[in-house]
């Protein structure tokens, strides 16, 4: 006997449709009106066709290489971004410092919020070739970000260095991310890298959901999908710990098994 139970579905009309309905009727939405995003034929095949993260659509012979930080497909000019391959021209421009400090104000706010307090830093952009030069003892692409204990600096305690060509969503990540490396550093956490990359990466999984952006879901989505044993499994871990127990239940978790 089949037990599956259908607990919910929704269209984008709020109307309750059962599976297989469901599967035809957003047959007939991708079908209808549909056209290459290429070649500006209408697509007629369903099974030949390639779609990207944001529903555009192209014939399979069409399909365009995706921009490694937004996902979306390419179809204007491309920016090479050295160890990456290829990102769109809007996430492919170096970001400017305003944009960098109007995410890091709303980080702020978002982690003071949360009661989490970040010691002072210093903040540095640059794009992916410089990165790549200065970490090349790392990696082999350039970092995002990476954060950074700076003993010589009188003003400073630590430093972040953010690579400058992404997208404002990919930076906020990649920053929010940073921030609970310093947040563990200054109180001593020695966790365990999966646990100290988790939760970075839950800070900046809460930090994205609060941005009301296409892109933020597809990054919140990559980020569920992601198979790496310290950004993905531990990730959903201590995610999994937060849908139970809240926040506050995983920054207690941390300081009493790692301090
Ligand atoms: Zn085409
Ligand atoms: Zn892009
Ligand atoms: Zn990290």
Known sequence: MKTDRLISSITRSGVEMPEHGRRFFWRGVLMRNTRCIVCGEPVHDGRNISVDDY???SCASHAPERCFVC???IT??????????????ECGKPRSYAELEKV???INAFYAKLHMFIP???LVLLPGQTMLDKYVRYFDVPP???AWKEDGNPDYGYRVDIMSQQSVISMSSTLAHELLHLWQFYRGLEAPTPYAEGFCNLGAFLYVSTLNEDEALVNMSRMMENRDADYGVAFRRLKLLYDMYGWDAVVKAMKETWS
Request: charged share 15%; aromatic share 14%; net charge positive.
């Open 120 to 122: 002072g830093y210093r």
């Open 144 to 146: 995002l970000g990476a």
């Open 55 to 57: 529903n555009s659509v």
């Open 76 to 89: 204007g000019s491309r920016v090479v971004v050295p160890g990456y391959g290829y990102a769109c021209k």
């Open 104 to 106: 890091r104000l709303s």
């Open 71 to 73: 996902n979306r497909f």
